[in-house]
């Protein structure tokens, strides 16, 4: 299928931007998809940063990748996304950010808009040059409409000759889909 749906586009995006050694960074590690498939992506010489304001979420992520045999590789960091920088010294080559909630976890413990912003912030700040971000959002629930929002508005306003910025999101769908954001980092000349 030409059109694919939005994890596997994201995904796509991801493997464009990796290769083995490089950095990657999960802001919303879940139930561990997206880090193990980072994990995979940069290989035994890569890093792979994870993060999770839920212990639960490192918990599955960290069974995850151990029965994956990727562990060795990945920094699990049990805090908010908003405090990437605290943690992170290094440039990032490709960074995915799966906003909303734990999958299968309490629904009132959501991702908002004022510290997934700052997450992205901070993330733009570390990207490499030819680097990317996606953001999956999920406008389909009230916290995620207001997030979803603002988001887009911040992305609206990154500079082009800095960022190109693509939304990739289906507009035959009912019920708000999810879709995503990809940011690419320019190449300074």
């Not at 498939?37 to 069974?63: C, H, I, M, P, S």
């Not at 700052?118 to 990317?132: Q, R, V």
Request: charged share 15%; glycine share 8%.
């Amino acid at each position: 299928m030409l059109i694919q749906n939005i994890l596997p586009f994201t995904h796509q995006l991801l493997t464009r931007h990796l290769n083995n050694g490089d950095t990657a960074l999960d802001g919303t590690a879940g139930n561990g998809h997206d880090t193990v498939f980072l994990a995979k992506a940069v290989g035994n010489r890569g890093k792979v940063w994870a993060f999770d304001v839920q212990q639960q979420a490192l918990e599955q992520t960290k069974a995850r990748l151990m029965s994956e045999n990727l562990l060795n590789c990945v920094t699990l960091v049990h805090d908010s996304h908003q405090y990437i920088e605290r943690y992170i010294r290094q440039g990032v080559d490709a960074a995915v950010f799966n906003f909303g909630w734990l999958p299968g976890g309490d629904k009132s413990i959501t991702t908002s808009a004022d510290s997934s912003l700052a997450a992205l912030n901070g993330t733009l700040s570390l990207l490499n040059p030819n680097g990317i971000v996606t953001a999956v959002l999920y406008p389909g629930h009230d916290s995620g409409r207001v997030e979803a929002n603002a988001i887009e508005a911040w992305a609206q306003l990154l500079p082009q000759q800095e960022f190109a910025v693509l939304k990739y999101h289906f507009i035959n769908r009912q019920n708000y889909p999810p879709y995503v954001l990809a940011i690419q980092k320019l190449r300074q000349k």
